[in-house]
């Protein structure tokens, strides 16, 4: 089995870690805004992100000599460990729940501050949690202010999508009241001559969308964009979004606890004389439950959809290819990811792994140019997603800084 021993290595892992959980949201959020259904999407991406744990567990999990105290992956199988292996579930249950809700938080808040106030709260809650369980190995003076900048983030997150909610909503007003429908195409409309003459003579941006595409930012970017997209969000609530992004922290905060207990048992749980689930067990098999839940739920949603989306079937789910290979990759992303954080974190304590939280840096980054987001928007929101920002480097910098070692 491959251990993680050195300080360096760990952060390495970390690194590796911030860039694949970084990315696949991006690809998740293109896909929905091309229109395809979240419920296809994830059933590939969590079917990617089991067999990317099943890699880890027969590849990394299997390498060098098995002892008594760090046995290998297939040694562990048959062992007496249940109590570990319920908490590894159930940190696996916790993150797909919370990776399935941040799917929908996507279209309402944006990509840049789901993952932040997500990130913010998985900190503030979760690795307060594993400075405990880990015996405070990490430097108590500098994790807990790193913490409460975070918590400054989710402050700042949400009133950075309250003040691009306003911007948007000021934008839309140019536009005739009966196309901020849902169902109804803008550009469509125009084209066939339905609109106002006049209307169509002074609206800048209708010009703009009649010589091409239209720009980011734009109000008629953001019709464009509700016309394409899987999840209709114009005239919803911002409160809808902000509630799914609440829950979905509060469960991604509860995930690398749980595997922190399976992997280190501070509960003392286990029958005497039989070892600690390592990092690839506890990983194996919290991924299977992540998968479980997900492939569960998402069949619900097929038959019974949430949020207004259209009505699918697994028929339909299988004939439906285009972009399943984006979201396979996705997938991928995630699952390396999360085994590389904990390989990290199983060296360097998993209050200090939560540094890979920062991953709203990566994703704001494509959020901005992929997605144009915070394009033309207001003064006032460009300072609070800059405040945001700083304080989350800021959070990111300290909650490193505080790595321990485990003996």
């Not at 570990?84 to 399935?100: E, R």
């Not at 913010?120 to 913490?147: C, M, Q, R, W």
């Not at 299977?288 to 019974?304: H, K, M, P, T, V």
Request: with cysteine; net charge positive; charged share 15%.
């Amino acid at each position: 089995m491959y251990v993680v021993e050195s300080k360096g290595a760990a952060i390495g892992c970390m690194i590796v870690s911030l860039c694949c959980l970084g990315s696949w949201p991006a690809i998740l959020t293109l896909l929905e805004r091309r229109g395809r259904l979240p419920q296809h999407t994830f059933l590939d991406f969590t079917t990617a992100n089991l067999l990317a744990a099943i890699v880890i567990a027969f590849s990394l999990g299997e390498i060098g000599k098995s002892t008594f105290q760090t046995p290998d992956f297939t040694t562990q199988l048959p062992q007496d460990n249940w109590p570990s292996v319920l908490l590894a579930v159930a940190g696996g249950v916790l993150l797909s729940v919370g990776n399935l809700a941040t799917q929908y938080a996507f279209a309402f808040v944006g990509l840049s501050v789901t993952e932040v106030i997500t990130a913010s709260i998985t900190v503030v809650i979760g690795t307060t949690l594993n400075y405990f369980l880990d015996d405070k190995i990490n430097k108590a003076e500098i994790l807990f202010p790193g913490v409460g900048c975070f918590l400054i983030a989710v402050f700042l997150g949400a009133a950075v999508h309250a003040s691009n909610a306003a911007d948007v909503k000021a934008k839309l007003k140019s536009f005739p009241s009966e196309y901020k429908a849902r169902t109804q195409d803008f550009y469509s409309s125009i084209k066939n001559g339905e609109d106002n003459p006049e209307k169509e003579k002074t609206d800048v941006e209708s010009q703009e969308k009649q010589a091409g595409k239209a720009k980011a930012g734009t109000a008629g970017f953001f019709v464009e964009l509700e016309n394409k997209r899987a999840i209709k969000v114009f005239g919803k609530s911002i409160m809808i979004g902000l509630f799914i992004t609440l829950f979905a922290g509060i469960c991604l905060s509860l995930f690398s606890p749980a595997f922190n207990l399976a992997t280190n048992d501070q509960w003392s749980t286990l029958p005497k004389g039989v070892p600690k689930l390592v990092v690839y067990t506890a990983f194996f098999y919290f991924s299977i439950a992540g998968f479980l839940i997900a492939l569960i739920l998402n069949l619900i949603f097929l038959y019974r959809p949430v949020v207004g989306l259209a009505r699918s079937s697994l028929k339909k789910y299988v004939n439906d290819s285009k972009g399943r290979g984006w979201a396979i990759f996705a997938g991928f992303l995630c699952g390396f990811g999360n085994g590389l954080q904990f390989m990290g974190g199983q060296a360097a304590g998993y209050a200090a792994a939560d540094s890979v939280q920062a991953l709203p840096l990566v994703s704001t980054f494509w959020g901005i140019v992929l997605f144009g987001e915070y394009r033309k928007s207001s003064k006032r929101t460009y300072a609070l997603l800059v405040s945001m920002l700083v304080m989350f480097v800021a959070a990111v910098a300290i909650l490193m800084a505080s790595s321990g070692h485990r003996k």
